[in-house]
């Protein structure tokens, strides 16, 4: 499998995770539209990695490897690196809370999250799927 089908696949797993946080977000579970906006953003940017030619880091926020690599995209696409960085790291920081809660203090991931969180979460997911989609089309064009 080349790179450009892997960062199809991680496009099209970006995209699942897209459905279930809207589910997710129509039956009030927060801390799971969190949980899988962040793992979209992830394979989202994982997927540009790939794109141009980079191998992907095992860890969850693409931001620092974006910021270093930006000579390889697109200029458009190097305006648009600060605010996808600024959203995988929030994102990233959001991952284990999401889904196990706040250990420390005994607090439940539905105790965390309410509706504004699960909406920014999905919109920064969104903002970041619709950069990734244009990347990819400009990669096919």
């Known amino acids: 499998m080349n790179n450009f089908e892997m960062a199809r696949a991680y496009v099209r797993g970006a995209e699942e995770r897209l459905h279930h946080a809207r589910e997710a977000l129509e039956r009030g579970n927060y801390p799971y539209v969190v949980r899988q906006s962040q793992e979209s953003v992830e394979l989202l940017l994982k997927a540009a990695l790939r794109l141009v030619g980079l191998e992907?880091?095992?860890?969850?926020?693409?931001?620092?490897?974006?910021?270093?690599?930006?000579?390889?995209?697109?200029?458009?696409?190097?305006?648009?690196?600060?605010?996808?960085?600024?959203?995988?790291?929030?994102?990233?920081?959001?991952?284990?809370?999401?889904?196990?809660?706040?250990?420390?203090?005994?607090?439940?991931?539905?105790?965390?999250?309410?509706?504004?969180?699960?909406?920014?979460?999905?919109?920064?997911?969104?903002?970041?799927?619709?950069?990734?989609?244009?990347?990819?089309?400009?990669a096919t064009s």
């Open 56 to 138: 992907v880091p095992k860890w969850h926020d693409m931001g620092p490897v974006l910021k270093r690599e930006a000579s390889r995209f697109p200029i458009w696409f190097r305006e648009e690196i600060a605010e996808l960085a600024r959203i995988s790291r929030k994102l990233r920081r959001e991952r284990e809370p999401s889904m196990c809660g706040d250990e420390e203090s005994g607090t439940p991931p539905d105790e965390l999250y309410d509706r504004r969180d699960a909406e920014e979460s999905l919109t920064q997911a969104e903002y970041v799927h619709r950069a990734v989609l244009k990347l990819l089309e400009s």
